[in-house]
């Protein structure tokens, strides 16, 4: 009964009425915003990409972190399962239309970021180590007075980071691992022995293997992805006239069209970027900026970078590869393996084995600092050395049990933390643009 029960709510959660709420909030924002994340591009690449580079020396002191470790360590959350699998899925379940929805949602999507990015470095505060701690939960409370719902997301938050950001997550390394010959048993106790070192130097040790990781990661992967599209040259027009075409017919070969395409994409970019669920906003308001404003604009990159850059490049590499037609009986991990494999043989399915592992590892670790966030400000400065051995006894649980149901819990969680999210972003919506609007703070 109570699985009933959750799936009926992750079905609405993930249906198309929170789907058009996600959508609508991300229009909403750009309208408000003038679509700055386009009319502004020469600002925020500007302020973040070229102003990474500038300071890439700089080290912070007063318990912040560097804006570029900020960007990685919330790409570290976000970048993986969801940019592979994610992206394989929805071409699987809705078709290569789904591949056009996912961009259209996180081009949206980039300004609800941009804002719970500025909401969370305009109502952060420092804790009881002189650290900074910002988030949804802090500006619900301080920017709406309304203590309870900030209780309320801090433990769908907390809950969260269990399921989706750890158990479904270790599972997907042990199950990569496994494909190397390494007995889930192995990989679990690894896993956690890593694991324990990362979580346990907080976010100072999360943001520093984040740097290191995610930049090279994200590069070796996307090249493999322009190596298998430079292969298949002829196919690259064909298929992104597929993706147009079939992003707008109503009833398109297989089954696919509009609907399924939207549905499946808007849901699946969701998912990937995370925009709309405010848990970026937690990394974030530990950056050492100037002003709310400018730290928002990292949020346009993050998604950018997450979900318009990397999935439209794995989209494209399974789509000219070939291996994908309407009639082929294949799951979205099987599809994203016959892609690499179709160019590299055996050894492009070990390398996309590989690449899932660490990214799930990277994800591990990010979430790890969400979660105990939403601990702790539940519970207190006390709740962080239990939370932290909870977290690793459940990565070593989701190593070694099957997640069907951790999976439709962890959704049903995800969802939930959008609800007091965007209701906060929307009733705050004038001070967020104002703060990006400000001359004074530009």
Not at 228 to 245: D, G, L, M, S, W
Not at 341 to 369: K, P
Not at 422 to 427: D, E, K, S
Request: charged residues 15%; hydrophobic residues 50%; proline residues 2%.
């Amino acid at each position: 009964m109570l699985f009933e029960i959750n799936s009926a709510l992750s079905l609405f959660l993930w249906g198309p009425p929170m789907l058009a709420v996600f959508l609508g909030t991300g229009i909403f924002l750009s309208f408000r915003s003038g679509f700055f994340q386009i009319s502004g591009i020469r600002r925020w690449v500007g302020e973040t990409v070229i102003s990474a580079f500038r300071n890439r020396n700089k080290k912070c002191t007063d318990g912040s972190i560097t804006q570029f470790s900020a960007l990685t360590s919330a790409l570290a959350a976000c970048l993986g399962t969801g940019n592979i699998i994610g992206v394989a899925t929805a071409i699987c379940s809705g078709g290569p239309g789904a591949l056009f929805w996912m961009c259209v949602s996180a081009i949206f999507g980039m300004m609800t970021c941009c804002c719970e990015n500025i909401l969370g470095i305009k109502y952060r505060i420092r804790d009881f180590s002189g650290k900074f701690r910002g988030g949804p939960m802090y500006y619900i409370e301080n920017g709406l007075g309304m203590k309870r719902l900030a209780c309320t997301y801090a433990f769908f938050l907390t809950a969260a980071s269990l399921g989706m950001g750890n158990m479904t997550q270790a599972n997907s390394v042990a199950q990569g691992m496994s494909g190397f010959g390494i007995p889930p048993a192995v990989t679990a106790v690894v896993l956690c022995v890593l694991l324990g070192f990362a979580v346990s130097g907080g976010l100072g040790r999360i943001s520093k293997i984040s740097e290191k990781l995610i930049p090279v990661l994200t590069a070796v992967f996307v090249a493999a992805c322009f190596i298998i599209i430079i292969k298949n040259a002829e196919n690259i027009i064909p298929c992104f006239k597929t993706v147009i075409k079939e992003a707008f017919t109503v009833k398109a070969v297989g089954g696919f069209g509009l609907a399924k395409a939207a549905r499946y994409g808007i849901s699946r970019g969701v998912f990937s970027n995370e925009a709309g669920l405010g848990s970026s906003a937690i990394i974030h308001a530990s950056a050492d900026c100037k002003n709310a404003g400018e730290q928002g604009m990292w949020g346009i990159l993050e998604v950018f970078i997450d979900t318009v850059f990397m999935c439209t490049v794995t989209g494209a590499a399974i789509l000219t590869s070939g291996v994908w037609s309407p009639e082929a009986d294949i799951n979205g991990a099987g599809l994203c393996a016959a892609a690499f494999e179709s160019v590299f043989g055996r050894a492009g399915g070990y390398f996309l084995n590989a690449c899932i592992c660490l990214f799930a590892f990277a994800t591990l670790t990010a979430w790890s600092y969400y979660g105990r966030c939403g601990a702790e400000y539940l519970f207190g400065e006390k709740a962080n050395r239990f939370y932290s051995i909870l977290y690793v006894i459940c990565a070593f649980a989701g190593s070694l049990i099957k997640l069907e149901s951790v999976w439709s819990l962890s959704d049903t969680f995800n969802g939930l933390m959008a609800i007091p999210n965007i209701f906060a972003l929307l009733l705050l919506n004038k001070e967020a643009i104002g703060e990006l609007k400000a001359p004074s703070k530009l």
